[in-house]
């Protein structure tokens, strides 16, 4: 505001209401329109003497047709605003700081919902939208995040095909992506992400990126059939949650994806790659093997203390019985030489981790059975789960002396 209380307005229309041809306010800092679509606003300079404006993205069809399809969304959504452009009455613009603060506070008076914004396609425009702000916000693209996720975790959660990867990625830019590739994309930016490059909020729980990826997730977990994309998405919210101590939220987010991944039955593919023959494997149920041992040791890494007593487990063990095979401390599983969307290198990364955390599954199962018990008594089980760890850490520092490869968290119960 200005010295006499009244608001500071801008010379001339905001880039983006003039890209949409909507009527703008001028409000300095951002406009009204700008604000109440959660929008970035942006006032050009006096445009140059050939007529075409400085704004990098005033003349985008893209953005045009996007912040278009907002209005729409937004007009069915606010039933009461609705009804008084019918007949003919202008909404009153706020004009003071206050009235600005509290667009978007309901109230039992103005308080209404539409369906209709919660259908397959409003919902999908609003992931968009959504990515596509944290990503302007964050001054971050696509490649960064790909390359960063694929260089560090995929190594040792390797659930997410590449290539499915890379061709949705080229479909961003004419917003033709799907949904799965939107979470995928949203939940990958929160792994790779520092806390401290998170918007400003009270705790990294409110963050807005965290915030808008874990509701998304919700919506579709609630809204939608399940589906193998839905699981990695939600995978990958638990292991945010976990590294950044957001409560029990992880352990609550994993046992959601556990549930979806029993519905889908992939317990039961898993089960059945373990006997097939080589060459039997299909690059689809070699997704489903991965996304499946990936749940299975997450479940396992997320009892580790802090927990003084370890939960129930939210994923049945038995597609990773110990059994002669061809894994370097034996467990039940497909041919390695079946996996073809992955190289051995990153492959034996995983297969380590599994094997630990199935090391680490029998520790938390013996402390949660025996907890009420003496030392006494079951000090004889305690010395034979030393040794039996033992025998494993010997054979998996043999393995990462031949293979010059790390192995996580296989490495860390060393």
């Not at 061709?167 to 830019?173: D, H, I, N, V, Y």
């Not at 919506?219 to 976990?242: D, M, R, W």
């Not at 597609?319 to 894994?327: D, F, G, H, I, S």
């Amino acid at each position: 505001m200005n010295g006499n209380g009244s608001p500071t307005l801008a010379q001339r229309t905001c880039s983006q209401c003039k890209a949409s041809k909507k009527k703008c306010d001028k409000l300095l800092p951002k406009c009204t329109r700008c604000l109440r679509l959660a929008i970035d606003c942006t006032y050009s300079e006096p445009e140059r003497q050939n007529g075409s404006d400085l704004g990098p993205d005033a003349a985008d069809p893209r953005f045009e047709e996007v912040f278009r399809r907002l209005e729409r969304i937004e007009s069915r959504l606010f039933t009461a605003s609705v009804g008084r452009e019918e007949h003919g009455v202008p909404e009153r613009l706020p004009s003071t700081r206050d009235e600005r603060r509290a667009i978007g506070e309901l109230s039992p008076e103005n308080a209404t919902f539409n369906p209709e914004t919660l259908k397959p396609h409003n919902m999908r425009l609003l992931l968009y939208r959504s990515v596509s702000r944290a990503l302007t916000e964050h001054d971050i693209t696509i490649e960064t995040i790909a390359h960063k996720y694929f260089e560090h975790t995929h190594m040792w959660l390797p659930m997410i095909p590449r290539a499915k990867f890379d061709k949705q990625r080229a479909l961003f830019e004419t917003m033709k992506a799907d949904t799965s590739f939107l979470l995928h994309l949203s939940a990958m930016h929160l792994v790779v992400t520092p806390y401290t490059e998170h918007p400003p909020a009270t705790s990294l729980q409110e963050s807005a990126w965290y915030v808008a990826c874990k509701s998304f997730f919700a919506q579709y977990v609630a809204l939608s059939e399940p589906c193998i994309e839905l699981v990695q998405a939600g995978i990958l919210i638990a292991l945010f949650e976990c590294l950044q101590c957001i409560g029990d939220r992880a352990l609550t987010t994993l046992g959601i994806c556990s549930r979806m991944a029993y519905m889908l039955e992939l317990d039961e593919v898993v089960a059945e790659q373990a006997n097939c023959n080589p060459g039997e494997m299909s690059p689809e149920n070699e997704e489903v093997v991965l996304t499946y041992w990936g749940l299975s040791q997450l479940d396992r890494y997320f009892n580790m203390p802090p927990l003084p007593i370890p939960r129930q487990p939210s994923i049945s063990h038995q597609p990773l019985n110990e059994t002669p095979a061809n894994y370097g401390c034996g467990f039940r599983g497909p041919p390695t030489t079946d996996f073809k969307t992955i190289d051995t290198e990153m492959l034996d990364h995983c297969i380590m981790e599994v094997e630990a955390s199935h090391k680490l599954r029998r520790v938390q199962a013996f402390i949660r059975d025996n907890r009420h018990q003496t030392a006494a008594s079951i000090s004889d089980g305690i010395q034979l789960l030393l040794r039996e760890i033992r025998d494993h850490l010997i054979i998996l520092r043999i393995r990462l002396r031949q293979s010059g490869s790390w192995a996580g968290i296989a490495v860390t119960l060393g």
